[in-house]
């Protein structure tokens, strides 16, 4: 183990995924920092751009910043879709999901639901 | 996890903002990987066990951008509203300066965000 990120049973570090700034569409308006929630971006004050600092901190699949970007300045390694269902099928993940998902409803009970509250809440 | 705590987005109404997964329940498998994909602290979704259905729990809870549920669902049982409108927002809180001020508070109250 190397003691870094896992997800959902997968070594984060085996896969290469960041964001990729072009810097010719970049208009540093600071929205790509701002929204993401794994501080994979810091800032140039001298530039007044944003850098990708920690790219090994960017959830597998995740393309929030870019799907924001105003200037679709940001991309990705591949489709993110097709990213994820590689690393889904080639690790077998579903005996992880399964597991998290049973201590995720224990930890939170109110997200059981049943088939009359499904039905209540249509 | 109440539904207030992400009711604001860079001074919008989190409520006024369409942006949530939606589930076709005749895709679902039940697997739960959007279940346990979304965030703890978010937690969009419930899980129906009897009948093998993910759920759309708390859709306001939903971070605005984020479809990694709909990325990740194999079975493509989860669609989002379209992105466009999301981008004329991006769009209008840059012109208005939103951004620009909550990124110098940002960079203000955290010095290790700023590289030379």
């Not at chain 2, 990694?68 to 927002?89: H, M, T, V, Y």
């Amino acid at each position: 183990m190397t003691g870094g990120k896992i997800w959902h049973g997968v070594e984060r570090s085996k896969y290469e995924w960041f964001p990729i700034i072009n810097y010719d569409a970049c208009t540093g308006c600071g929205l790509c920092l701002l929204t993401c929630g794994n501080s994979v971006f810091k800032w140039s004050m001298s530039k007044n751009i944003p850098i990708v600092a920690n790219p090994g901190s960017c959830v597998l699949g995740c393309t929030t910043c870019g799907k924001l970007c105003p200037e679709n300045a940001i991309t990705f390694q591949d489709d993110p879709k097709k990213f994820i269902g590689k690393i889904v099928r080639e690790n077998k993940i579903f005996p992880q999901v399964r597991k998290e998902l049973d201590d995720r409803l224990k930890k939170y009970p109110d997200h059981v639901i049943t088939e009359v509250q499904e039905v209540a809440r249509k | 996890m109440p539904e207030s705590s992400f009711s604001v987005w860079h001074g919008i109404q989190r409520k006024d903002i369409n942006w949530h997964p939606t589930i076709d329940e005749s895709k679902c498998v039940g697997c739960g990987l959007c279940v346990v994909t979304c965030s703890e602290k978010r937690n969009v979704f419930g899980f129906d066990p009897e009948n093998k259905k993910a759920v759309v729990l708390y859709p306001d809870n939903c971070m605005v951008g984020c479809d990694n549920c709909r990325i990740a669902c194999l079975w493509d049982a989860i669609s989002f509203p379209e992105i466009g409108q999301l981008k004329q927002l991006a769009d209008l809180l840059v012109e208005q300066g939103t951004i620009e001020n909550e990124l110098k508070r940002k960079l203000e109250a955290d010095s290790s965000l700023i590289v030379s």
